[in-house]
């Protein structure tokens, strides 16, 4: 599975922005899939997720209610909403893939294909 993430760039605080992770290859829809942030010198962490069938998603409770996670496995996309952007959202966004697609709680090293990120900076 081969991913990569678009959709980054400069937003003032309030605004909005949308992801998009492009996915190849034929397991994509059977992948549970997730989003991942890290900011300047901080660990990278948790942002979204969502099972292979779109039945289920979980969010980080920093972004829960702003950001929604989505998926369209007929285009083997990801999309990530997101909503009431603050300053503190400021870092690069990444999608990853994992093996375990009913499964929706993610970790960093549990996750088996990355992309590559995309800059999402939140202007105040």
């Known amino acids: 599975v081969q991913l990569q993430a678009s959709g980054g760039g400069l937003v003032q605080a309030g605004g909005s922005l949308r992801l998009s992770c492009a996915g190849s290859g034929r397991t994509f829809s059977s992948y549970a899939m997730g989003w991942f942030r890290q900011a300047p010198g901080k660990e990278r962490m948790f942002v979204a997720s969502?099972?292979?069938?779109?039945?289920?998603?979980y969010y980080a409770d920093s972004v829960n209610g702003r950001f929604t996670i989505s998926r369209d496995n007929a285009a083997k996309m990801v999309y990530l909403q997101m909503n009431r952007l603050k300053p503190e959202d400021t870092a690069v966004y990444y999608c990853a893939a994992q093996k375990a697609g009913g499964i929706v709680t993610m970790t960093p090293s549990g996750m088996d294909y990355w992309g590559k990120g995309t800059l999402v900076t939140v202007s105040s």
């Open positions: 969502i099972s292979w069938s779109g039945d289920s998603t």
